[in-house]
């Protein structure tokens, strides 16, 4: 067991998924699907990562409830997320939700995921190739410098 766990949450596409699994192939992180997590020990981590993709500009309400109802955290943490649209501003209110719990966010990655949501289904969808392995590098690159680094 490492030092760095990933909780995510990825339910449209596996987007978040294949992001997560991709960097755990190159970095020793242990990951955890939010919805077998519930009676996980974390204590021993030394860092939280929470993946998720965006569903109407949040991170999934399944990651909410899950840093409520685990109060024994470590006090640091970084994000990533996977979005149709790539906007950089989806990560605020999980965010602002960690450092109410005390819980300093290190670093937020993010990527374009593919989106068939809403109306963008009548086009097939958006962002179809994404996760790329050029967004897998980055994010293998930002554990290296910015998680890894602080540990
Ligand atoms: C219910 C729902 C709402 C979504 N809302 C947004 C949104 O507000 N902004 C956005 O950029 N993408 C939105 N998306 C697209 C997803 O964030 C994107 O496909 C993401 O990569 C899904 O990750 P996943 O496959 O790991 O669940 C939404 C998708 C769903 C299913």
């Known amino acids: 067991m490492g ?6 949450a990825s339910v449209h596409h596996n987007n978040t998924k294949k992001l997560v699994e991709g960097i755990a192939l190159k970095c020793d992180v242990d990951l955890f699907d939010v ?11 030394k860092i939280i990562g929470f993946a998720s993709g965006i569903y109407m500009s949040a991170f999934h309400k399944s990651l909410f409830d899950f840093i ?3 109060t024994d955290l470590p006090n640091k943490s970084f994000l990533m997320y996977t979005s149709g649209s790539g906007s950089q501003k989806y ?3 999980f965010k602002k939700q960690l450092e109410m719990q005390n819980i300093t966010v290190i670093g937020v990655y993010n ?3 593919y989106d068939t949501y809403g109306v963008w ?3 097939d969808g958006i962002s179809k190739k994404h996760p790329s392995q050029k967004d897998i590098s980055k994010g293998i690159d930002f554990i290296d410098k910015v998680v890894v680094g602080k540990i």
Do not use: P, Q, R
Request: glycine fraction near 4%; charged fraction near 20%.
């Open 121 to 123: 289904k009548l086009i």
């Open 3 to 8: 030092n760095i766990a990933i909780i995510y």
């Open 35 to 45: 919805f077998e997590a519930s009676n996980i020990d974390l204590t021993h981590y």
């Open 91 to 93: 990560a605020e209110t």
């Open 111 to 113: 990527c374009k995921g």
């Open 68 to 70: 409520e109802n685990h």
